[in-house]
């Protein structure tokens, strides 16, 4: 097939441009940031770079009437953008989607929007099936803003969907991996990674009671590509992860245990890291059911052992430069 990757220059979208590649698939990715993360795919055949923006509706016009499938993952993500930047986060998730789904719309191609299971908010019933609510804070917490535009883009969704626009929404849960995020940036397991290799105390935010379920990357990648080719997935919505719970105190200390023991834990005060504008969720646990028989996939490789893996890859990364820089090179 002819796919296309909007934000395939990210952590999900390097993954999945990688898999549909091997899977013989030719890809085009739309990234407008970095190209670090698929520079071992530049130069490959059936590889394509376009750097700009889902903003630009006449670039996704053209992309789009080429291929046969898009995969959207192009959204600004993090929390640091959440309470930084709401404006960025609204615009890039809401209208670049917008745009994607016009574009689709106009020549008939299929959509797999990735969103979120920040889109059930903090409703304290797990686990979170499909069509569960959604339990949010007030507006004037800038901290939802992502949450609701990822429920809005899966509205919009919908809505071109009634038209008659083939869509499929996978929402995602803690995925992780090679590649995640830049170190001491982003998501929990780079910020702790930063912490080890420099080793310093990790710093976990609260009581570290707080839950997440760590999915392994290739899981999902599966999961996202069943989605989007396995007949029968229209219209659906798909919680994608493990529902096996790890409180982010197990986590720190998994990985200060696979890095030699050297590092202890320092718990802070939320307020003190993202202000008054930052509400943690006690809990985010999927109901898988739906991934597993309808898509066929399985979220199961231990926590464990995906964490050696990613925290092999960030060594190798990040060692080399370390030496060179003591080295004066
Ligand atoms: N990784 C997870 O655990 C997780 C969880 C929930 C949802 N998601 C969703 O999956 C998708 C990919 O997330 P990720 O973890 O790879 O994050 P990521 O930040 O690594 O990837 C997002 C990519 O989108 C790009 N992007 C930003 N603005 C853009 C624009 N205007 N036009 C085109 N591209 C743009 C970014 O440069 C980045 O490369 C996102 O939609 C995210 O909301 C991921």
Not at 3 to 8: D, Y
Request: aromatic letters at 8%; charged letters at 25%.
């Amino acid at each position: 097939m002819k796919i296309l990757v909007t934000g395939g220059g990210g952590f999900l979208g390097s993954h999945l441009s990688e898999a549909l590649i091997e899977r013989g698939d030719e890809v085009f990715i739309l990234e407008p940031g970095g190209t670090t993360k698929v520079r071992h795919l530049i130069g490959h055949p059936r590889f394509r770079v376009v750097r700009d923006s889902v903003l630009s509706p006449d670039i996704l016009d053209s992309l789009i009437s080429q291929v046969d499938l898009v995969f959207h993952h192009a959204a600004v993500v993090g929390v640091e953008h959440y309470v930084g930047d709401p404006y960025e986060v609204l615009n890039v998730n809401v209208n670049g989607t917008q745009n994607v789904l016009k574009a689709a719309f106009k020549y008939g191609r299929r959509v797999v929007l990735a969103s979120t299971s920040e889109v059930y908010g903090r409703n304290p019933k797990v686990p979170w099936r499909e069509d569960d609510d959604r339990v949010l804070g007030s507006t004037r917490i800038d901290r939802w803003c992502y949450s609701t535009s990822k429920a809005t883009a899966e509205h919009l969704c919908f809505a071109y969907r009634k038209m008659g626009l083939p869509v499929t929404i996978v929402r995602y849960f803690n995925i992780y991996g090679p590649r995640l995020d830049k170190l001491d940036a982003g998501r929990i397991i780079t910020i702790f990674m930063g912490q080890l290799l420099r080793g310093e105390p990790l710093t976990v935010i609260g009581d570290g009671l707080q839950t997440r379920c760590f999915t392994w990357v290739a899981d999902a990648i599966r999961a996202t590509i069943a989605a989007g080719v396995n007949p029968g997935t229209e219209g659906e919505i798909f919680n994608i992860g493990t529902d096996v719970e790890t409180s982010i105190l197990e986590l720190a200390e998994t990985m200060i245990e696979i890095c030699g023991g050297i590092s202890t834990v320092r718990f802070v005060n939320q307020r003190e890291v993202y202000g008054d504008s930052y509400e943690d969720i006690p809990r985010r646990v999927p109901d898988a059911t739906r991934m597993r028989e309808i898509l066929g996939v399985h979220c199961d490789t231990a926590l464990r052992e995906g964490l050696v893996r990613t925290i092999d890859s960030f060594r190798e990364e990040f060692q080399p430069r370390a030496m060179a820089r003591a080295a004066g090179v």
